[in-house]
């Protein structure tokens, strides 16, 4: 029945669900999986974060309806947060507001500035979200590439020229999620000049900028003189400070669409639960030596899996940024696909990955590994993928030997 409303009709089938439906099985069944397909941190947050948390918990005034907006210090702590880290100014009252998780305000800001049969430019493949959220929201979807090359901007130019009706939105995201490419301030000045002649908002998804590696910190759109009169940007605590499951993210920047995110939320929720928006403002104005730590760990278990896997015979570039490598299915194994080679690296390695195919059709023939297992973890999936690989005659490299992996 769910099928006949309008909304459910416009869905696909989330294609990521079937592998986490045999993970769960596998998992029910007494198997030990090495689950790399969701990015949900396996990294505890700050004590400091944990107990300002119980401790407002304990004030008997504390549990009563919260602001939808953000209270008042924690739109003034990420607003800090901008500064510090960006050097970008922001107004805690018109420029900031704070989410459920950046998924949620994505998702809402589509409802707020969408209407039915808008086309909107989002990135292929994606998150889920880029183009999910403005599809429930009636919007109609022209794909533009994630790889932020000239193609890039030639896609732009060809949609401005031949969609009708003229695309209102271009969503980015980077880091990207899911294949990891990283942009430089040029990229964003070149996209703020293009959305101001084209009348174009840009919304973009900065959910990874701390998990950069190598000494390169990502940039933001609103560095960009002039961004922020078309350009909002959506970070999140979730990977930062391994706060997942508290759902707290912001959009910042043009003030009519914090207006419009701030409105459409004041009627749907009345914000987050207030001991944890004060144990948000505590990570964002806390001791900031676990964001470093964290980064150091996800660079290591990144030249782990790189290594290992490679030395298994499944080649994977390394990412610059992000909790994921974008890994191309070994060549021998192609014909797959990446449902296919994602459920039968389930079935025969015991090791769960996101099929590339769930975040678009251009994501087909990849896969997307998350990094939240340990270093033993990670070279055991590569031990058990080096067998799967040799049972399908892929050649692995002679010198993987027993300690190999």
Known sequence: MSDDFYRIRRLPPYVIAEVNAMRAEARAGGEDIIDLGMGNPDLPPPPHVIEKLCEVARKPDAHGYSASKGIPGLRKAQSGYYKRRFGVDLNPDTEVVVTLGSKEGLANLAQAITAPGDVVLAPNPSYPIHTF?????????????????????????????????????????????????????????????????????????????????????????????????????????????????????????????????????????????????????????????????????????????????????????????????????????????????????LTHAKVAVAPGVGYGENGEGFVRIAMVENEQRLRQAARNVKKYLQSMGVNTPASSGARSA
Do not use: C
Request: charged letters at 20%; hydrophobic letters at 45%; a neutral charge.
């Open 133 to 345: 959220g403005f599809i429930i929201a009636g919007a109609t979807i022209r794909s533009v590439p994630t790889t932020p090359d000239e193609h890039y901007f030639e896609a732009l130019e060809r949609a401005m020229a031949f969609t009708v009706p003229r695309p209102s939105v271009l969503v980015m995201g980077y880091p990207s999620n899911p294949t990891a490419e990283v942009v430089d301030l040029a990229f964003y000045e070149r996209v703020v000049a293009f959305a101001k002649e084209h009348k174009l908002w840009v919304l973009s998804d900065l959910a990874y900028s701390e998990l950069y590696y190598d000494g390169k910190p990502t940039p933001s759109i609103l560095q960009v003189p002039g961004a922020k009169d078309v350009a909002v940007e959506f970070t999140s605590l979730s990977k930062t400070y391994s706060m997942a499951g508290w759902r707290i993210g912001f959009a910042v920047g043009n003030p009519t669409l914090i207006a419009a995110l701030t409105r459409v939320k004041s009627y749907l929720d009345y914000g987050a639960f207030t001991p944890i928006q004060a144990a948000a403002v505590a990570a964002i104005n806390g001791p900031q030596d676990i964001v470093e730590q964290n980064r150091k760990l996800y660079q290591h278990r990144r030249d782990v899996l790189v290594e290992s896997f490679g030395r298994a015979g499944w080649d994977i570039p390394s990412p610059r940024a992000s909790m994921f490598a974008w890994a191309p299915l070994p060549p021998a194994l192609a014909h797959l696909g990446s449902l296919e080679f994602s459920k039968q690296l």
